[in-house]
Every structure is written in structure tokens, then in C-alpha cells.
């Protein structure tokens, strides 16, 4: 195994043995933010009962509810004059949580990222393009300073102006990016009116994450762009990416156990889930000076994969995200996940590159409705065929979440595409007041 950082190649005794060490520093660290040294001491914990990574259990959990309350400053752990840098979140399900960075924060985080970069074969002899937002959202500034400590040439394009960023491509024969997947099937979308083939760049990776996807997208990605691409996970409130990452076997993202301490509990009882079974991912940072968190409540829902990974490396594997426990719809009695519906449509071939689904309420019914863009050589003017299109799509979704959508077909490109993590639910049921 060719390692960046020789945390990589650790066996479990040992990751184990350096939780411990860790996790007592951070719980240390975090009784001096008054938010923590309240509440531990509330809890009746003690430094000295934290012994074992196991004694994670006995600590309370941290919400992001509790991140909002202590805005701005209460859970700082050094003073203000030891901390460089903030960042906050995008603000997906509400308003933004920030974390405050110390020198030595950065320097780990970009260090994590380097060795994400490696893992999946970006060396420094690669020109790599960030095409991902700068400002506060982690995914820019993040990568861009583990792929400046790994030696590669980057080019800092943000996000969107998708004319600009295929100039880029081309010019400084880009061979590496780091993209947000919608985003990546949008601009596929862009060189096909373009009637420029992505294959003929030099592109050879893509890290792809800051959103839910699934496999099936992943393959789009890599049959329209001719390279691999890599599933990337992480949070605001865990530094940004950095966090898990998938390696060469694309089979699992390996959870950085040396820097994070992660469990998996339900998400009702909040205790661990075994092996293999899907729960709500919790994290604790273990390395982290100007901000400590403990047993973050995530609402990611995944699950640990049994077994070792081809690649040797012993840290944990965690499954491709399937959402947020947000982002369950419940229609019909039916617990719905978007990615579900996203998992049927971008298996077929017939399906362009975006769709939206929408709640709605009939009467009394709650509906749901599928709009999906249609490739445009299956834009054909024969009704028929377009509806027995539209009849397959439906019955597939029907064999997935076990009610029949109402499905439209739309244009490419008609439907709105962001430059940042994709919308995927409008749920209009509440418009009528019912
Ligand atoms: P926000 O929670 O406001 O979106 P962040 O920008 O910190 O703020 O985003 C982190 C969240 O993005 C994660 O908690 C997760 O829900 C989602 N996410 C990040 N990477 C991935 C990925 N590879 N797969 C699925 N979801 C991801
Ligand atoms: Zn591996």
C-alpha cells in the first residue's frame, strides 16, 4: 500500500490505542469552551473517565441545534487570538453552523485532504481544478489547500460560469477536479450543445461528494468525463472533506479513524447499530484545537461495511450516504429517500442528466410527482412512445419506493440545475393549506 501520511496503513490495536490517547485530549480540550464544561459538568464526566475509545459512550451528544445556540463564539476552546479562520456551512436545512480554525486546525485538515488526493492517485505532477465554491462553503477552500500541500498545480475556477471553467479544462490540461455531482452531469450537458466530447480532455479523476448520489450517477459521471471518479464525504462541523474517502477499490469511503472518532446509532434510541445495519453517523473530532466537538449528531444516515478493503487499509468503511434524515418524505404511509428515485433514473439509459421531485396533494392524497429530463434523442414527436416511456419509468419507481408516481417527461435542460448542492424535493403539500 502506497501510504501519503503512515496513519493510513495502521492496524485496528493500533487506531484503537490512538483513540484513547485522543479522545481524552478532546474532551480535555473541550471542557475549556464554556459550552462543554457546563454540560460535562452537568453530566457528571470527569477527564479521568474517559480511559478507552469505547468510553465514547458514557459522553453526551452534541446537536446542531447546540452548534446554532452558542453562536458566535461558545464553543471556542483557545482564545480568539489563536484562531485564523472561520467557515460555516451551506446552510442546507437551516441557518448556518460556524467552526473556527487554529493554524494547526488547517494544517491537520490539509493534510487529511492530501492524503484523500494520494489515496485516489493525484500526484504532483497533476493540474488540478476546484470547481467547487469558495467563501465559506468548506468544499473550496478545503480541497484547495490539501491539493496545494500535495504539490499540484490548482486552479482555484469556484463554482458555476460552466463556459469558463470547460476553457480551464482544456487550456492547462486539467487532468484532476473536484466536483459536486449534479453539477458534474449539468456540465456534461453543457459540452454536449457545445458538441464537445469531455473524453477528449485530459481528465483522468473527479472527486465528487458535497451531496447525496449513487452509483448509478457515479457511472454517468465517469462514462461522459472517460475517468474515475471518487466518492468524497464530510461536514462543516468535522472540517469539510477530509472526513471518509473512497480509495482505488470504490467500494466504501474509509472514515479517517486516526482524526475522527465515528459510531452509527439509531437514530431513535441512540444507541450503536451493528455492523452492517443503517444508522445515523456520529462524530467526534480527535485532533481538533480551536474548536472540539463531541458525538455529533450528523443526521447522515449510512452504515459500517462488514469485511476488509482489497486496498489493506484498516480504517473503517462507511457506505455511500443514502441522505439525511431530513430528507425522508413519507407519502402514503411509504418512507421515501430521494435517492432511492435517483438510483432508478440514472440506471436508464433513457433519462437525461436531471429531474425533480415534487410532493403535491390531491383532495386528500399526498402525491408525488417526477419530473425527469428525457435525453434528447428519446425526444421523439410519437405520443406513444413517449408515454409507454413514461409508463416504464413509472413502473420502475413503482418496484423501488412501492407507490406509482405520477412521472412527466421533460426537455434537456429545462429543469433548474444549481451550482451548488442540488434541490431535489419541492414539496408543495403544504401550499394548500391541508
Ligand atoms: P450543510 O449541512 O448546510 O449542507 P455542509 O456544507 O457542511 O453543510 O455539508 C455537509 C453535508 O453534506 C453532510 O452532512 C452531508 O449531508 C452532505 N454530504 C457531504 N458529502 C457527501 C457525500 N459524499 N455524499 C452524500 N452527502 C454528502
Ligand atoms: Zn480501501
Not at 129 to 158: D, K, V
Not at 397 to 409: A, F, G, M, N, S
Amino acid at each position: 500500500m502506497e501510504c501519503y501520511n503512515p496513519a493510513e496503513a495502521m492496524d485496528r490495536a493500533r487506531i484503537l490505542e490512538l483513540q484513547a490517547v485522543r479522545l481524552k485530549n478532546t474532551v480535555y480540550q473541550a471542557t475549556r469552551a464554556p459550552f462543554y464544561r457546563e454540560r460535562l459538568a452537568r453530566e457528571g464526566i470527569r477527564i479521568q473517565d474517559v480511559a478507552t475509545a469505547e468510553d465514547i459512550r458514557k459522553l453526551p451528544f452534541t446537536t446542531k441545534e447546540d452548534l446554532r445556540a452558542q453562536y458566535p463564539y461558545g464553543l471556542l476552546a483557545v482564545p480568539l487570538k489563536h484562531l485564523v479562520r472561520l467557515h460555516a456551512s451551506s446552510g442546507t436545512t437551516g441557518s448556518p453552523t460556524v467552526i473556527f480554525h487554529t493554524a494547526g486546525d488547517l494544517n491537520t485538515w490539509a493534510e487529511l485532504v492530501a492524503r484523500c488526493m494520494f489515496m485516489v492517485g493525484i500526484r504532483p505532477n497533476d493540474v488540478f481544478q476546484n470547481m467547487s465554491g469558495y467563501g465559506l462553503f468548506t468544499g473550496g477552500l478545503g480541497i484547495h489547500y490539501g491539493a496545494e500541500r500535495l504539490g499540484c498545480l490548482t486552479i482555484p475556477a469556484g463554482a458555476g460560469n460552466s463556459k469558463r471553467q470547460i476553457k480551464l479544462l482544456q487550456d492547462f490540461r486539467v487532468t484532476a477536479i473536484h466536483i459536486i455531482p449534479s453539477y458534474a452531469l449539468h456540465l456534461g450537458t453543457v459540452f454536449t450543445s457545445l458538441d464537445f466530447d469531455p473524453k477528449l480532455l485530459s481528465l483522468r479523476i473527479a472527486l465528487i461528494g458535497a451531496e447525496p448520489h449513487t452509483d448509478a450517477t457515479r457511472k454517468r459521471i465517469e462514462d461522459i468525463y472517460g475517468l474515475k471518479a471518487f466518492n468524497s464525504y464530510g461536514l462543516s462541523e468535522m472540517n469539510g472533506p477530509g472526513v471518509a474517502f473512497e480509495c482505488g477499490a470504490q467500494n466504501g469511503m474509509h472514515l479517517w479513524e486516526d482524526s475522527y472518532l465515528a459510531e452509527i446509532v439509531d437514530p431513535e434510541t441512540l444507541e450503536p447499530v451493528p455492523d452492517g445495519q443503517i444508522g445515523e453517523l456520529v462524530l467526534t473530532t480527535l485532533t481538533r484545537e480551536g474548536m472540539p466537538i463531541i458525538r455529533y449528531r450528523t443526521r447522515d444516515l449510512t452504515r459500517f461495511l462488514p469485511g476488509e478493503c482489497p486496498c489493506g487499509r484498516q480504517h473503517r468503511r462507511i457506505d455511500r450516504i443514502l441522505g439525511r434524515a431530513d430528507d425522508m418524505f413519507i407519502v402514503k404511509g411509504v418512507n421515501i429517500y430521494p435517492m432511492q428515485i435517483e438510483n432508478v433514473l440514472m440506471s436508464m439509459p433513457e433519462v437525461g442528466q436531471n429531474y425533480l421531485i415534487i410532493l403535491e396533494k390531491k383532495g386528500f392524497l399526498d402525491q408525488v410527482r417526477v419530473k425527469v429530463e428525457i435525453r434528447e434523442e428519446f425526444f421523439v414527436e410519437d405520443m406513444r412512445v413517449l408515454s409507454a416511456l413514461q409508463a416504464k419509468i413509472a413502473s420502475r419507481l413503482r418496484d423501488e419506493i412501492l407507490i406509482t408516481p405520477k412521472v412527466d417527461l421533460v426537455e434537456p435542460n429545462t429543469l433548474p440545475s444549481s451550482e451548488g448542492k442540488a434541490v431535489r424535493v419541492d414539496d408543495r403539500r403544504g401550499l394548500n393549506g391541508q
